[in-house]
């Protein structure tokens, strides 16, 4: 009725997804009982809808339909609001809804837009190139998330365009960080984010099982790929350095399979090393240290070579000299501290497999593993090698009280251990 009393011609508007037809004849309101969010051009003009429901009716989102003024591969929400910002910032953040803009809007964040329920397109990247020289991506940490940031690589693949991914714990999005957060803690998240390329590079690692032969494999026929598709030469030598040395392979045998050679499976197996793997407590404690620069501070305390064997001493120290800079962790660097390719593939995956520690008490975390260390220490004292030089000895000797002393205050060591670990049965998790 209102489009009849403006005299504007209702074919037009159901051209335009304002009205549907009726089944049994008739329009109805399209956007009905939805709270609708205005789609404009880049000069503000409205263009489109979306509409959300504001209960459980599905579909949850409706967005107008394409038409000759509304092309969704081409429009991206919000950026008549945010071209200026855009340009004083010199980047865009692009999310996946249009709430996601509106908390960062309402945060003081104008550099953002939103895809209009799609994926990002080439047009879209044009569209952002006139007003930003680089551009972050924020979508969900779910699995839909993580696809649509790996599309969103495909589409920016030949790195002319800087792209960076700002990532959220998992279950949040822009509007629950930042009320639980604040802004402080989001412009924090945005520094921290990684290139686009590092961060598909870093899930692949996190699903494959790089200490195998297999996985290596794996995670090279879908890197090399998209190394070829990088323009910059130098970036591209750089991520084959970074690459090789993480997967501890040849980097002859990966610049070989970007260059389109067959490469043999053979080749992708390390020479034969002494392999020495740690202990999950020494895992658990190398994770947390790269994780939180706090437990790298108390390691630091007791001493890296009290709390780890000789082998991981190395790793342990430049990961604290690293920490001490306040810059983020190299990893390429410390990982260069280790000399098995096998064990430096598998501390490669440890590293970057740190998802799990988000929600965990470091501070329990580290106690247990200092405590779990220590009692290790002390079984591999010789107490039956003490006992049995003892048993051949003059209990006049002074070599006789000496190992009674030494047994005596490993008992006592050992039972005070025993009881900082009954009390620390409260478990890691905060």
Known sequence: RHLEMKKIPLASAETLGLIRRKEGGGYYDTFRNRLLFTISDSQGRPIGFGGRVLDDTLPKYINSPESPVYRKSEVLFGVNLARQAMREEGAAIVVEGYFDHLAL????????????????????????????????????SDSAGKKA???????????????????LPAGDDPDSFL???????????????????????RQLVQETNVGTVEGKVSVVEELAPRLKKLSNPVERDLYL???ARLLGINERVLSKKVGGAAVAVAEYSPSREKKK????????????????PEVAGKVAEYGAANLFPVE????????IAQTRQGHDIDWGLILDQVGSSEERSRLAALFVNDVHLDEIDF????EQCRLTRERALLKQNDVKALQRELSGLDSDSERYWEILRTLEQLRTRKSQLNIDREQGRGGVNG
Do not use: N
Not at 112 to 138: D, F, P, S
Not at 312 to 319: C, D, L, Q, W
């Open 105 to 140: 809007y309402q945060a003081g964040v104008r550099h953002a837009v939103a895809t209009c329920g799609t994926a990002l397109t080439g047009e879209h990247l044009k569209l952002l190139q006139r007003y930003a020289g680089k551009v972050y991506t924020l979508f969900d």
């Open 149 to 167: 940031t790996s599309r969103a690589m495909e589409l920016f693949s030949d790195g002319a365009v800087p792209v960076l991914v700002i990532e």
């Open 179 to 201: 009320k639980k957060d604040g802004t402080g803690a989001f412009a924090e998240r945005v520094t921290k984010a990684r290139p686009i390329f590092e961060w598909f590079f």
């Open 241 to 243: 350095k970074e690459i």
């Open 277 to 292: 793997s740690g202990t999950s407590t020494e895992d658990m404690l190398l994770a947390l240290m790269g994780k939180y």
């Open 312 to 319: 991981f001493v190395p790793v342990a120290e430049a990961i």
């Open 363 to 366: 501070q329990k975390a580290f």
